[in-house]
């Protein structure tokens, strides 16, 4: 049984800093691609980042490109996403997931419960 979970979210001021960790278990995470999104209120969910498992490459979209780092431990079968100076439009709730494929593709058949991240003054 695929299972993803979020831990880390919060409530931060602007120019802070958080660290998102996702569990999983029910696959071998090394084997995998796996993907941070995120879904503000009212909007369609959008990617963060993403980490290949064939090659390790990491993928940013542009609006968080400086300020967020994916990292995966595959031996703890985590993965993190570092947010730095966070930005109010920063604000979503954050989950994982992957569709079980080794290369990113943006896509997802399996996600976490999401974990929520505010950022405010």
């Known amino acids: 049984q695929v299972q993803l979970v979020e831990s880390g979210g919060g409530l931060v001021q602007p120019g802070g800093s958080l660290r998102l960790s996702c569990v999983v278990s029910?696959?071998?995470?090394?084997?995998?691609?796996i993907g941070w999104f995120r879904q503000a209120p009212g909007k369609e969910h959008e990617g963060v980042s993403c980490?290949?498992?064939?090659?390790?490459?990491?993928y940013y979209e542009d609006f968080v490109k400086g300020r967020f780092t994916m990292t995966r431990d595959n031996a703890k079968s985590t993965v993190y996403l570092q947010m730095n100076d966070l930005k109010p439009e920063d604000t979503a709730v954050y989950f994982c997931?992957?569709?079980?494929?080794?290369?990113?593709?943006?896509?997802?058949?399996?996600r976490g419960q999401g974990t929520q991240v505010t950022v405010s003054s």
């Open positions: 029910g696959f071998t995470l090394e084997y995998f691609a």
């Open positions: 980490i290949n498992s064939s090659n390790g490459d990491t």
């Open positions: 997931a992957t569709d079980l494929n080794e290369n990113c593709a943006w896509v997802y058949d399996y």
